[in-house]
């Protein structure tokens, strides 16, 4: 991560707060379950993995600025 993304991440947090952001975190979550469940149901399994990385990358992003959010509150 650069520290241009950690800024981002840190500006949106502070923007919406912990609450809806761990909400958020939980969408994705779901969301990502979802993609799993349909790349392995999928007949077309291209589009199927293309829709998992994707909500992979948002998930990655979230755990992220939760790993900043804690950090910051443990400090």
Request: glycine residues 4%.
């Amino acid at each position: 991560m650069t520290n241009d993304n950690i800024r981002d991440l840190r500006q949106i947090l502070c923007h919406y707060g912990i609450r809806p952001q761990i909400e958020k975190l939980r969408e994705e979550l779901r969301e990502l379950d979802e993609a799993a469940g349909e790349k392995c149901k999928n007949g077309d399994l291209a589009s199927a993995a293309n829709h998992f990385i994707e909500e992979l990358a948002d998930v990655t992003v979230m755990i992220e600025q939760m790993k900043l959010a804690m950090t910051t509150e443990e400090q």
